[in-house]
Nanobody
Framework: QVQLVESGGGLVQAGGSLRLSCAASGRTFSSYYMGWFRQAPGKEREVVAR????????YYRDSVKGRFTISRDDAKNTVYLEMNSLKPEDTAVYYC????????????WGQGTQVTVSS
């Protein structure tokens, strides 16, 4: 069982930056594929970025490429999402999720943290 707790959300002006953190419980964090997702009001949840075990492979959705950076610190059981040049359309609840090495889907989810970008 893995528990995920996000933090770092808040209100920021367009062009600003935020750093989200996701702290995970459990001793096997390093073997989990981690992802950040977001859901805006009235919209479906979408993947923002993901990072493989070991951090060697990353993926970003097109709209955040060059602005967001996902990273992980396995010693701290934490995954981060650095968000720069924020836009109003980035406003959403952001969730982190974990996928086990033998799983085809994300099995564990955090409670979410609100990010609001004002114009």
């Amino acid at each position: 069982q893995v528990q995920l707790v996000e933090s770092g959300g808040g209100l920021v002006q367009a062009g600003g930056s935020l750093r989200l953190s996701c702290a995970a419980s459990g001793r096997t964090f390093s073997s989990y594929y981690m992802g950040w997702f977001r859901q805006a009001p009235g919209k479906e949840r979408e993947v923002v970025a993901r990072i493989s075990w070991g951090g060697g492979n990353t993926y970003y959705r097109d709209s955040v490429k060059g602005r967001f950076t996902i990273s992980r610190d396995d010693a701290k059981n934490t995954v981060y999402l650095e968000m720069n040049s924020l836009k109003p359309e980035d406003t959403a609840v952001y969730y982190c999720a974990a996928r086990g090495p033998a799983s085809q889907s994300y099995d564990y989810w955090g409670q979410g943290t609100q990010v609001t970008v004002s114009s």
